[in-house]
């Protein structure tokens, strides 16, 4: 059995007791990291082994992750933050496995997503969204926002505080996203968690005058909002 096991995003105590149930069942803890998974597992007294699993982890690591499975191991994937397979390598792991095992058992504990958690306080429409991820560094990013403008549902994506500024000011120079309506969450369920809410311009006067830490999510607004 393999459970995918949502954690906090933040704030430790965003967990669920079936997503704690699991962990602490579990023969083994695959995890992107496998330090901060510790901290998680030590405030809740989870005395269970941990590997690592995560983006750069060779063909060799799924494949003996495979071989657990084969032997019958309950293992329990988790990401840094948030649910595994959303914007990190948890989907190629479970298609992998199910190329090995067809009829291994998969298990969802839902719980945080950060892109759900900024969307439900936008006070934009939420029953028609579109998620982005991250936008690229470099290759492609000009093409993201240009094609940000041809989408009329609210949108949400994820950015660093390294290119935030750049972010805004890419959404300010499309001439179809520049005037509607955002919503930027900083920090979300952690102390300095910090939502600026305005045009694009407003938004970018407001983030100025703060210290631009953590990871940031951005909420666009529909066309015509």
Do not use: C, W
């Not at 995890?31 to 063909?59: C, F, P, W």
């Not at 060799?60 to 933050?81: C, H």
């Amino acid at each position: 059995m393999l459970y995918i096991v949502a954690t906090p995003i933040g704030n430790l105590e965003d967990i669920t007791l079936r997503a704690i149930s699991a962990l602490s069942n579990a023969d083994l803890i695959l995890a992107e990291d496998t330090r901060i998974t510790r901290t998680l597992l030590e405030r809740y007294n989870i005395k269970k082994g941990v590997i690592s699993y995560h983006q750069h982890s060779a063909l060799q690591k799924i494949n003996r992750i495979i071989s657990l499975l084969k032997e019958g191991k309950t293992l329990a994937l988790v990401s840094d933050a948030g649910t595994p397979g959303i914007n990190d390598p948890g989907n190629f792991l479970i298609m992998k496995a199910l190329e090995a095992l067809p009829d291994l058992k998969i298990v969802p504990i839902p719980g945080p997503n950060a892109a759900v958690a900024a969307l439900s306080i936008s006070g934009f429409p939420s029953d028609q969204f579109v998620y982005l991820g991250f936008p690229p560094h470099k290759k492609g990013r000009q093409t993201f926002f240009k094609n940000i403008g041809g989408i009329e549902k609210t949108i949400v994506f994820y950015e660093s505080k390294y290119r935030i500024f750049k972010t805004l000011e890419e959404l300010k120079k499309n001439s179809t996203v520049g005037e509607r309506k955002i919503m930027v969450a900083r920090e979300l369920t952690k102390q300095f968690e910090t939502i600026y809410r305005g045009t694009v311009d407003e938004v970018s006067a407001k983030l100025s005058q703060d210290n631009v830490l953590g990871e940031f999510v951005v909420v666009i607004a529909p066309t015509n909002y």
